[in-house]
């Protein structure tokens, strides 16, 4: 397992993250058991995944976590989660106390004393502001106890597709931010432009989340979407062939389009961590396979980004 620094945080965290949300959420959508759930956690140790990624909101993420990593030294991973309540609302109707009844409500669940990372959970630009004003100070609060370690943010990809909220962020207010989740991979490469740099200049961790979701996995949804990306003029209509158009990506170490996806997906210098979430062990090991030689053959790189690099939208 490769291991990189967090940013300003100083963590050492594996390259391969265990993420608990997505399809999966840990299991909970492929019903697994809990024995089952305590062993791909175990698993992940063994492959040397050291952070794992949860938030309030993915369903019983956070008490599977904690009962899986009973018994293992707390100083050997680190864990990430969320809060945010108000994700709809322009006003943001929550009190502060709200922030912090979550945060010992994820404790208790976690089995632990603190956090190393809390991220408000997927805010709209419009309510950052707002964020940052109304409960930040209790986040700082919150960290000044022993709560928490380090701070952030995470996107909302889906409705945020260009990194405003990102942007404003680490522009305005780098200085608040320890680590940014930010969706970064071969179809979705925008981050490159502006985020991804200013994270570096800032010392802000980046966990790259959703790098391999959705379209690229799916070869009947990859294919509808770069026929509407050449029938709208995104991508040229020559670029890749209709059937199977990123299977050129397929040959050398590389062996398969998922494959490549989490090699591109931690070839940019401002990637701390790479999120996978599974509920199966053989995939996990696959995905993480892929993870031990980061980066794509330099002319496939310089093709990826010239076909894809300007396009902003949910992939």
């Known amino acids: 397992m490769i291991y990189r620094t967090l940013g300003r945080t100083g963590l050492r965290v594996s390259l391969a993250s265990f ?5 999966s959420n840990l299991g909970q959508a492929k019903g697994l058991s809990a024995s089952e759930q305590d062993a791909l956690i175990r698993r992940c140790l063994d492959l040397g995944i050291n952070l794992f990624d ?13 009962r899986a990593l009973r018994g293992v030294p707390r100083e050997s991973y680190h864990l990430v989660t969320k809060w945010w309540g108000s994700q709809a609302a322009d006003v943001l109707p929550d009190e502060p106390a709200e922030l912090r009844a979550s945060v010992d409500r994820s404790l208790r669940r976690l089995r632990t004393d603190y956090v190393d990372v809390m991220l408000f959970h997927g805010p709209l630009p419009g309510q950052y502001g707002q964020m940052v004003e109304r ?20 996107e909302r990809f889906h409705a945020d597709p260009e990194h405003r ?22 179809l979705n490469q925008y981050a490159a432009r502006e985020v991804l740099p200013l994270a570096q200049e800032h010392g802000v961790g980046i966990m790259n989340m959703a790098a391999v979701r959705i379209k690229l996995p799916d070869p009947r949804l990859l294919e509808e979407l770069i026929a509407d990306w050449k029938a709208r003029g995104l991508t040229p209509a020559d670029g890749v062939p209709a059937k199977d158009p990123l299977g050129w990506l397929v040959r050398g170490e590389v062996d398969s389009v ?10 940019h210098p401002a990637i701390s961590t790479v999120l996978t979430g599974t509920s199966s062990v053989e995939h996990l090991a ?3 396979a892929a ?21 902003a939208e949910y992939a």
């Open 291 to 311: 993870l031990e030689r980061p980066g794509l053959p330099e002319a496939d790189t310089k093709r990826v980004v010239d076909l894809f690099s300007h396009i």
């Open 135 to 154: 409960y930040f100070p209790e986040m700082e609060r919150l960290r000044e106890e022993g709560k928490l370690r380090f701070t952030g943010f995470s």
């Open 54 to 66: 949860t938030s309030k909101s993915y369903g019983g993420s956070e008490m599977i976590l904690g």
């Open 165 to 186: 909220l990102a942007k404003i962020a680490l522009s305005s207010d780098p200085g608040l931010w320890d680590v940014a989740m930010i969706k970064y991979g071969i």
């Open 286 to 288: 696959h995905n993480l």
């Open 19 to 23: 993420g608990t949300g997505g399809p």
């Open 258 to 267: 998922i494959s490549a996806a989490y090699k591109f997906a931690a070839d």
